[in-house]
């Protein structure tokens, strides 16, 4: 009997073993934040329901729920909001005037004062650095951040034999941020044309091509996170 119950515990102990890896496997799902930056420009361009819509889509794509819990949008973009409006901050960028000359803009500057909205109405984005990144990262209790920076070009028209054209040149910077590390682990710039193009009787739509330029720059980031 006593034989019988020592085989049986010995029995017990191998199944909690081999238990342990799969249970700790369960458990042990990534979250990822997601960091969105786009010039106000963009979002006049296209509804911004929209934008939101392709970067979830593309962002659950990219980390599959097997392995990875892709935050909600929304939250990481009023968390980093908060930290903006907390923190002075330093943003470096020429922008186009109206009369065709450029300015260079290097300033540090609160996210609540005149030059920050100064900045924001010329379309220059202010992401995060790597520490403020990290810092906010922390906050949402992220293993990784999904950054992505959207800029754009300005639509252009343009015409043919009995056509009009809306061109839009669309840049999408995304970077992968391990927060543990404290450094990035995926980086990719991609370039990408939109354009929408409709008869002399009907108008071409800017939103169509700023639309169609970003989905082709989200197209082609492919992020092997197997690895991660």
């Given amino acids: 009997m006593k034989r019988l119950l020592l085989v049986m515990m010995v029995f017990m102990v191998g199944m909690l073993t081999c238990i342990a890896p799969q249970e700790v496997s369960a458990n042990g799902i990534k979250k990822v934040a997601v960091f969105l930056d786009t010039p106000a420009t963009a979002i006049s361009w296209v509804e911004g329901e929209d934008v939101v819509h392709m970067v979830k889509e593309k962002s659950e794509k990219l ?135 409709a008869v002399y009787a009907g108008a071409p739509s800017f939103k169509n091509a700023y639309k169609e330029a970003i989905e082709k720059s989200l197209s082609e980031v492919e992020i092997d996170t197997s690895r991660y």
Avoid: W
């Fill in 63 to 197: 980390f599959p729920k097997t392995r990875f819990e892709v935050l909600d949008l929304e939250t990481c973009q009023m968390a980093k909001k908060i930290y903006k409006e907390e923190h002075p901050m330093t943003y470096s960028a020429v922008y186009t005037n109206e009369d065709g000359t450029q300015t260079s803009v290097s300033t540090a500057v609160d996210a609540n004062s005149y030059a920050y909205s100064t900045a924001m109405m010329h379309d220059v984005v202010v992401p995060l650095k790597i520490s403020e990144a990290v810092e906010v990262g922390k906050e949402l209790g992220a293993d990784y951040i999904l950054m992505l920076r959207v800029t754009n070009s300005m639509p252009t028209m343009s015409s043919g034999f009995l056509t009009v054209t809306a061109k839009t040149t669309v840049k999408c910077d995304v970077r992968v941020l391990s927060v543990s590390e404290e450094k990035y682990i995926y980086m990719k710039e991609v370039t990408k044309d939109g354009k929408s193009t």
